[in-house]
Nanobody, 121 residues
Framework: QVQLVESGGGLVQAGGSLRLSCVAS????????MGWYRQAPGKQRELVAT???????NYADSVKGRFTISGDNVLNTVDLQMSSLKPEDTAVYYC???????????????WGQGTQVTVSS
């Protein structure tokens, strides 16, 4: 019931910046948390950053001070501004959201298809 579409990935040199965006659509009552995860080749998917409907943010230690997550007021869109990129940031970045399909129903998790970020040294 929730579709997440990412955009903004690409190739950038070390030290550069990229901005990822994710837009949620579909039939749902509310989105409560949105965020970004990433998965590098041969590694497990890991948390990058999340933001709640109330604006609380959480970052992986490896990106603190370099990445900034932001969302619109109704949390249907989330952006990830990435600066001072390093080769180790190279990964497929996935948008993630938790949402209620009905007002008092349970929350479910949803994933986007992913967007490639490649940082060259």
């Amino acid at each position: 019931q929730v579709q997440l579409v990412e955009s903004g990935g690409g190739l950038v040199q070390a030290g550069g910046s990229l901005r990822l965006s994710c837009v949620a659509s579909g039939s749902f009552s509310s989105i409560n948390t949105m965020g970004w995860y990433r998965q590098a080749p041969g590694k497990q998917r890991e948390l990058v950053a999340t933001i709640t409907r109330g604006g609380n943010t959480n970052y992986a230690d490896s990106v603190k001070g370099r990445f900034t997550i932001s969302g619109d007021n109704v949390l249907n869109t989330v952006d990830l501004q990435m600066s001072s990129l390093k080769p180790e940031d190279t990964a497929v970045y996935y948008c993630w959201a938790t949402a209620r399909v009905t007002t008092w129903g349970p929350q479910y998790g949803y994933w986007g298809q992913g967007t490639q970020v490649t940082v060259s040294s």
